[in-house]
């Protein structure tokens, strides 16, 4: 594996205050990530020192991976939802109008409910756990020797010994803002969220990724009789699956970025997992359209 290196020593106006530009972090994550799937220890074991060098072990994602369980979600939530409109309406052998009626103003309405709930979901969860860092600054702040004890208890359950948890615990509670952070995560499972983030973007990225996925299977619908007047619903409905079909496996294929699975292998899971949903919703409305004696219309 080539390792790339950038410790040349070299600045401009645009590092960070650690000496590494934000672009080279990146780079030596993404590099980590690459070892780690293909196990090599080497390669790793080079990135490491490079980050030691330049005195950064920021891993943290780029800004797109930091975005990425909005884009997931939404993409999938907005293309599955989408697809299962245009499936069920198919099945129930609605017109083509009312399919375009029906999903457009459901993808872009659903979009804002989703996109205002991430919103909200984020706020109230920030300010939740920031509540919960002030009382546990609180108890520290006025029974630190109680709190204290609360942890190395917590350590010595896991398996520590109680000398080695006291010592540790002892010298962590030096340094009172990183103890609480710590006694969050392992008396309570709360991360504290970075004061950095974002959840207004994090609100509009779901909102986007539901509308712009969601919008794909009916794109055939609207555009497709202008150019081909003179294709019918069948038609239309094929060309439907076929789009969403294949953005489900571009979209997993785009996710294995993030994960350690492979391309393939994760836009498979996708495509599959989306086609079990699609045929549910196609056989629903069909099933449907039969009892409601509402197959008057041709169907498909």
Known sequence: MEIHTHMNGH??????????HPTEKTSLVQQAQHAYRLNDV?????????K????????????????????IFGGLDGIL????????????????????????????????????GEYLSSK????????????????????????????????????????????????MSKYDDFFVNVMMVEELGLQVPDPNDDIVKEGVVMFLSFAGFGAMPLLGYALIPLCFPSLGPSHL???ACGVTALTLFLMG?????????????SGLEMLVLGGICAVMAYEIGHLVSSLVGAGDTEGI
């Open 42 to 50: 080497e390669a790793s074991r080079l990135i490491h020192q490079q």
């Open 124 to 171: 109230a969860h920030n300010e939740f756990v920031f509540k919960e860092k002030e009382r546990e600054s609180w108890e520290l702040q006025n029974f630190r020797e109680g709190e204290i004890k609360e942890m190395i208890d917590i350590y010595v359950e896991r398996g520590m010994e109680p000398d080695d948890a006291e010592d540790v615990v002892r010298k």
């Open 253 to 265: 294929a785009v996710k294995s970025k993030f994960s350690t699975r492979g391309w393939l292998h």
């Open 237 to 239: 409905f094929n060309i």
């Open 81 to 116: 939802t989408s697809f299962a409109i245009v499936a069920g309406a198919a099945g129930g052998g609605l017109p083509v109008e009312v399919v375009m009626v029906l999903g457009f103003s459901n993808i872009f309405a659903d979009a804002f409910s989703m996109g205002m």
């Open 11 to 20: 600045s401009n106006g645009h590092a960070s205050g650690n000496g590494i």
């Open 52 to 71: 030691f060098e330049a005195k950064t072990h920021d891993e943290t994602h780029d800004s797109v991976g930091d975005y990425v369980k909005s884009m």
